[in-house]
T-cell receptor, first 110, second 118 residues
Framework: SQKIEQNSEALNIQEGKTATLTCNYT??????LQWYRQDPGRGPVFLLL?????KEKRKERLKVTFDTTLKQSLFHITASQPADSATYLC?????????FGAGTILRVKS | DAGVTQSPTHLIKTRGQQVTLRCSPK?????VSWYQQALGQGPQFIFQ???????QRGNFPDRFSGHQFPNYSSELNVNALLLGDSALYLC?????????????????FGPGTRLLVL
């Protein structure tokens, strides 16, 4: 069956450290994968998109990698800040529609 | 430039009732997708509208229906509400490039409508 799995437990890190979130998938061959941020009671906000032929994408303190062999994407936030605390969702293209993981809660402590 | 707007923000209904949720896409966007997000879960795709037609549908029963208007705004209707329909309903807009299904990529989400079914 098709599955998208993100770290089920919340990730707690210290301010200034790098947060790394994982997204694994099975039985999909996505043309692209996206990462979104969602704050409580709000809609997801698009952060980054990476295509199947790209290994890495960066935007300011954010970095995404995409390994189609491992069927995995890693999302990094460097020099993390308390304001980065949120739920981070990965979403992949699954048959012309976006399929989301359940998300990982990130808590950055000062 | 207005982003995606949804109304109402909150709604309380009882089992068996019907509900209509509304969405106005971001300016310049022509495609609207609807998602259901239960607490602690990621958004689940309900369906997508483009050129006033349902282009793609997720694994939701026929009680869920929708409509897109000529100005690209959209409605989501849910009939015969069940307790399990309680969720955050999200609308996302995007631009379909060259009329190709799946070619639209980045989606912009609205704030959602919180539906509680009692």
């Amino acid at each position: 069956s098709q599955k998208i799995e993100q770290n089920s437990e919340a990730l707690n890190i210290q301010e200034g450290k790098t947060a790394t979130l994982t997204c694994n998938y099975t039985n999909y061959s996505p043309a692209y994968l996206q990462w979104y941020r969602q704050d409580p009671g709000r809609g997801p906000v698009f952060l980054l998109l990476i295509r199947e032929n790209e290994k890495e994408k960066r935007k300011e303190r954010l970095k995404v990698t995409f390994d189609t062999t491992l069927k995995q994407s890693l999302f990094h936030i460097t020099a993390s800040q308390p304001a980065d605390s949120a739920t981070y969702l990965c979403a992949l293209e699954g048959g012309n529609k976006l399929v989301f993981g359940a998300g990982t809660i990130l808590r950055v402590k000062s | 430039d207005a982003g995606v707007t949804q109304s109402p923000t909150h709604l309380i209904k009882t089992r068996g009732q019907q509900v209509t949720l509304r969405c106005s896409p971001k300016s310049g966007h022509d495609t609207v997708s609807w998602y259901q997000q239960a607490l602690g879960q990621g958004p689940q795709f309900i369906f997508q509208y483009y050129e006033e037609e349902e282009r793609q549908r997720g694994n939701f029963p026929d009680r869920f229906s929708g409509h897109q208007f000529p100005n690209y705004s959209s409605e989501l209707n849910v009939n015969a509400l069940l307790l399990g329909d309680s969720a955050l309903y999200l609308c996302a807009s995007s631009l379909t490039l060259l009329g190709l299904a799946g070619a639209q990529e980045t989606q912009y989400f609205g704030p959602g409508t919180r539906l509680l079914v009692l």
